[in-house]
């Protein structure tokens, strides 16, 4: 059932992989970037269960930090034109 998970988890963040590439504005690329981004999250948190390593949910959430703050500073960014 987790292998089933893991490969469908993978599936998809290859759809969002694609999302990026092909995204036709900058906005949707984002959001494709953000997708990707929560697809690991799940992925390390589905990983730290099967092989109960507690360490791995703190990475989890770290990643989960840094990837909001990443996608606020990326988006204002682009909203300023280049301008912080």
């Known amino acids: 059932m987790i292998y089933y ?7 998809l963040s290859i759809f969002s ?3 990026i590439i092909k995204g036709p504005t900058i906005w949707d690329r ?3 970037l953000n997708i990707f981004s929560a ?7 589905l990983f730290a269960i099967l ?3 507690p360490y791995l949910i703190d990475i ?8 909001f703050i990443g996608i ?10 280049g301008k912080f």
């Open 60 to 67: 989890a959430l770290v990643y989960t930090l840094l990837g």
């Open 5 to 11: 998970l893991f490969s469908c988890l993978l599936i």
């Open 51 to 53: 092989y109960d390593l």
């Open 72 to 81: 606020i500073f990326i988006s204002r960014f682009v909203k300023g034109k």
């Open 39 to 45: 697809k690991i999250i799940l992925l390390i948190l």
């Open 17 to 19: 992989i694609l999302i």
């Open 30 to 32: 984002l959001i494709g």
